[in-house]
C-alpha cells in the first residue's frame, strides 16, 4: 500500500522546512497518564454496530498509542475519544515536556493543532450562512471591505463555496505565511491583502487545498460580522461551547502560558525541543487546545450543531457543512464544506488533518456510527503514527464482514498507454522562484508486466493497481486503504488530464508533459547555475 504518510503530508499548512534547532541532548521515555474512562454506556458486545465500549476503546489505544510513540520516536500524544455526544475516553501519553519530566495531560495539555483549525473558520462561516448574512454562491469581492480579488476569469468569480472546497483555483504560496518569531507577526488581513496569489484554475474547475482561501474567509467573517476574527470566535464558538483552553493566538493568557506541550524533532538518536510554525494566517493554522475541548468540538458537530445545551450552528446548517459539496469526479469521494471525505471499510469518514513543523494532529467523525477521535502527536512522526492509528481504529471497530468482498477486477483488453505518464499534484506554486523552493509531488504511471495492471511510483515507491472498472483503479494488494480507488478524469475530448485519488479530495494529481519532471528541472537548474547535485 502507498504510504498514507505522503498524502496527509500534502495538506500541511503553510510548514516552512529549515527552521533552526535548538539541539537538547534529550532521553526518550515513555509513560501513559490516564485521565478518563468512563462512560454511562453498557458494554455492547458487537463492536462493528456500536464500537462505545469505553474499556474497549481504553485498551485499543493503549495498545496502538504507545507503540506508535516507540516506533515514530515520538514524545508524547493526546487522544479524546467521543460517542453519541459524550465523552467516553480521553488520555496523555509520553512527555510534553521531556526536560522537566512533564507528563502529557488530556485535559490540560495544549497542543497545536495546525490546519485542525480550519473546522472553526468554517463553522465561523457557516453561522454567518445560518444567518443570511453570507451567501455560498456569491462573489466573495461583494464582502470584503477594503480590497478585493482579480478578475482573472471574467464572470466565473470566487464564491465562499469556492473557498470551503478549495476549489477557488489559487496555486499555492507559503512568501510570508509564517514567521520566525512571534514580534514578528502582523495581521492576516494585511496578507490576504498584499498577497494574492494567482488564479491558476477557473472557480469550480478541482479541487487544490489553499491556506489563503481559509484565510481570506476570516476576513470576510470580519467585515460582515464587524468584529476581529479573534472575538467573534470566542463569543460564538469557545464561550458557548465552555472551550477554556482553546487559543487562536500564540500569545497564551497567564493560566495556559506553561500548558503547551513543547514540539520536538528526533536527531542524532534523540528527541530535540525546536520552535514550531508560526503562522501568520492563524484563521488556517494557529489554534492551541486540549484533547477534551477537541472533544466537545468534535461532539458538537456530531450532533449537529448541539453539544451540553449549547448550540453553536442550526440542524439544517450542520448537515449541509457535512455533506459533499465537490468531487474531483464522481467516481470519487468528495469534500464538504471545511471537511473532507474519506471511505475505509465501506464507512463513510468525515475528517481534517494538521500539521505544524512539530505537531501532527487528526479529527475524526464517523457519522454513521456516531463516533470519533482527536489525535494530535508533538513530533514529525506523527504524520505516519496518525496514519496508522485511523487505518487500525476502523479495522478494529468496524471490519469487513465475511460477506463484504474486494471489488474484482474487470477484464481488461488493449493497452494501458492512455493512462501512463507524469502527473503532478496541482498544489503548488506556479509563478514565482517558490516552485523550484518547494517543487510538487509527483508520480509517475506505468503499465505493469504483460499489461496486466498499472504500476504507480511515488517517491521510490511502487504499488500495483488493478482495474475495477473503466478507468478507475484499485490496489492490487486489497485491505485498507487511505488512498482508495485510483481514477484517470478524461476531458471532453477524451484525453486523461487529472489522476485523482478516491480518499485525497483536497487536491488532484494533474498530468504534465515529460520536461515537467521535477528530476529534469533541477539538472537544468544545476547546469544553468555551474553546479551538481
Not at 490546519?115 to 456569491?138: R, Y
Not at 507577526?185 to 491558476?200: E, G, H, M, N, T
Not at 478524461?490 to 489522476?499: A, C, P, S
Amino acid at each position: 500500500m502507498i504510504s498514507l504518510l505522503r498524502f496527509l503530508c500534502t495538506l500541511k499548512g503553510g510548514r516552512i522546512p529549515g527552521i533552526s534547532l535548538a539541539v537538547l541532548l534529550l532521553c526518550f521515555c515513555l509513560v501513559c497518564v490516564p485521565v478518563l474512562a468512563d462512560s454511562d454506556l453498557g458494554p455492547i458486545p458487537d463492536a462493528r454496530s456500536n464500537p462505545a465500549v469505553s474499556a474497549d476503546v481504553e485498551a485499543f489505544f493503549d495498545a496502538s498509542i504507545p507503540a506508535e510513540l516507540a516506533k515514530y520516536n515520538i514524545p508524547g500524544a493526546t487522544v479524546a475519544a467521543v460517542y453519541d455526544g459524550k465523552l467516553i475516553f480521553s488520555k496523555g501519553y509520553g512527555y510534553a515536556d521531556i526536560a522537566n519530566r512533564t507528563p502529557v495531560d488530556a485535559g490540560s495539555t495544549l497542543f497545536h493543532i495546525g490546519s485542525v483549525t480550519k473546522l472553526f473558520t468554517w463553522t465561523c462561516v457557516m453561522q454567518l450562512v445560518d444567518e443570511g448574512k453570507i451567501d455560498l454562491d456569491a462573489d466573495i469581492n461583494t464582502y470584503l471591505a477594503d480590497f478585493s480579488l482579480p478578475d482573472t476569469y471574467p464572470g466565473q468569480p470566487v464564491t465562499m463555496r469556492n473557498l470551503m472546497t478549495h476549489t477557488a483555483g489559487f496555486e499555492d504560496a507559503i512568501r510570508r505565511a509564517t514567521v520566525e518569531d512571534v514580534d514578528d507577526l502582523f495581521s492576516f488581513r494585511i496578507y490576504c491583502r498584499d498577497y494574492i496569489p494567482a488564479r491558476v484554475y477557473p472557480p469550480g474547475t478541482v479541487t487544490s487545498y489553499s491556506n489563503y482561501g481559509t484565510t481570506l474567509a476570516a476576513v470576510i467573517v470580519e467585515d460582515v460580522s464587524g468584529m476581529p476574527f479573534e472575538q467573534y470566535l470566542q463569543e460564538h464558538i469557545l464561550t458557548p461551547l465552555d472551550l477554556k483552553n482553546t487559543h487562536l493566538s500564540y500569545l497564551l493568557p497567564p493560566e495556559s502560558a506553561g500548558s503547551l506541550s513543547s514540539g520536538y524533532n528526533y536527531i542524532g538518536g534523540t528527541n530535540a525541543a525546536i520552535t514550531d510554525t508560526i503562522f501568520v494566517i492563524g484563521p488556517a493554522g494557529s489554534i492551541s487546545s486540549t484533547a477534551e475541548d477537541m472533544a466537545v468540538f468534535l461532539a458538537a458537530h456530531m450532533q449537529n450543531g448541539k453539544v451540553n445545551g449549547a448550540e453553536i450552528l442550526s440542524e439544517p446548517a450542520a448537515a449541509l457543512m457535512h455533506a459533499r459539496a465537490f468531487t474531483n469526479d464522481p467516481r470519487v469521494s468528495g469534500i464538504c464544506l471545511g471537511f473532507y471525505e474519506n471511505y475505509l471499510n465501506g464507512e463513510r469518514i468525515i475528517l481534517h488533518g494538521g500539521d505544524t513543523n512539530t505537531f501532527h494532529s487528526l479529527f475524526v467523525i464517523i457519522p454513521d456510527k456516531k463516533t470519533g477521535f482527536f489525535v494530535s502527536y508533538n513530533a514529525p512522526g506523527g504524520t505516519s503514527a496518525r496514519n496508522d492509528l485511523l487505518l487500525e481504529y476502523v479495522g478494529r471497530f468496524f471490519p469487513l464482514t465475511e460477506t463484504e468482498t474486494v471489488t474484482q477486477e474487470i477484464e481488461h483488453s488493449g493497452s494501458f498507454e492512455k493512462y501512463t505518464g507524469v502527473y503532478q499534484s496541482n498544489r503548488h506554486n506556479y509563478r514565482t522562484f517558490e516552485f523550484f523552493l518547494q517543487p510538487p509531488q509527483q508520480m509517475t504511471v506505468e503499465a505493469g508486466e504483460n499489461n496486466a495492471c498499472l504500476v504507480l511510483n511515488i517517491d521510490g515507491d511502487s504499488t500495483e493497481y488493478i482495474e475495477v472498472s473503466p478507468g478507475v483503479f484499485q490496489e492490487k494488494s486489497g485491505g485498507p486503504s487511505v488512498y482508495g480507488n485510483m481514477v484517470f478524469r478524461e476531458n471532453e475530448n477524451g484525453d486523461v488530464t487529472f489522476l485523482c485519488s478516491e480518499n485525497t479530495p483536497v487536491l488532484a494529481y494533474e498530468r504534465v508533459p515529460w520536461y515537467s519532471v521535477n528530476t529534469f528541472t533541477s539538472g537544468l537548474l544545476s547546469a544553468l547555475n555551474g553546479s551538481t547535485t
